[in-house]
């Protein structure tokens, strides 16, 4: 595709259920990204894609959080046991290589309830 | 993470240029900047990059000092489609794998 797409939009769960969340990046990026950004502040990184292998998943809050990747493309953000904290836009983004220049998507905004 | 400084805010007058200044006095010579923007309600958009030359694209022109230690992004003729948050960051050719975002700088374009 043109650009990095994420669905859904917006997702709305109640506390305690689990939840995906989906990136298709663009099309030959073999880098992936996943970062969360709460209200009014900045982005954090949540874990990082070479291929299907995840060689960094040091930002991933907590072991409810965890990503996979297929065919060294689509990925999906699983968030298990939702909690209220969880609330906040998950961005994706995809690069050419690790050190290519990051095109992020529109973002999964998630309200836990 | 934070080898970045900005102002917090910045207003601009539509159809003047905005010059978006931004600090890196600790960046080492293996380092790039990267400028992305976050227009309300979005993800970040990049913009554009640089190691020491100054770069133009058809969205704005980098100004890198000459001791790499500030830069300036420059959007020539400023919309108000350009009101956004934007982002000054330094990223290693080596190293960590993400992008750190610091707090930005709230540009307004003014009618």
């Known amino acids: 595709g043109a650009g990095v797409s994420q669905s859904p939009s917006n997702k709305v769960t109640e506390k305690g259920k689990d939840v995906e969340l989906r990136c298709d990046p663009i099309s030959g990026h073999t880098a992936l990204y996943w970062y969360r950004q709460r209200l009014g502040q900045g982005l954090e990184f949540l874990i990082y894609?070479?291929?299907?292998?995840?060689?960094?998943k040091s930002g991933l809050p907590s072991d409810r959080f965890s990503a996979e990747r297929t065919g060294e493309s689509v990925s999906t953000l699983t968030i298990q046991r939702t909690q209220q904290e969880d609330s906040a836009v998950y961005l994706c983004?995809?690069?050419?290589?690790?050190?290519?220049?990051?095109?992020f998507g529109p973002g999964t905004r998630l309200l836990v309830l | 993470d934070a080898k970045t400084t900005q102002p917090t805010s910045m207003d601009c007058a539509e159809g003047r240029a905005a010059n978006l200044p931004c600090n890196h006095s600790t960046i080492s010579g293996n380092e790039y900047v990267y400028w992305y923007r976050q227009i309300h309600s979005q993800g970040p958009q990049y913009i554009i990059h640089g190691l020491k030359n100054n770069e133009t694209n058809e969205m704005a022109s980098l100004i890198i000092t000459e001791d790499r230690k500030s830069s300036t992004l420059i959007l020539p003729h400023a919309t108000l489609r350009d009101t956004a948050v934007y982002y000054c960051?330094?990223?290693?050719?080596?190293?960590?794998?993400?992008?750190?975002f610091g707090t930005g700088t709230r540009l307004t374009v003014i009618p």
């Open positions: 960051i330094v990223r290693p050719q080596t190293g960590a794998n993400n992008l750190f």
């Open positions: 983004a995809s690069s050419l290589g690790r050190m290519g220049t990051q095109y």
């Open positions: 894609f070479q291929g299907n292998s995840a060689p960094d």
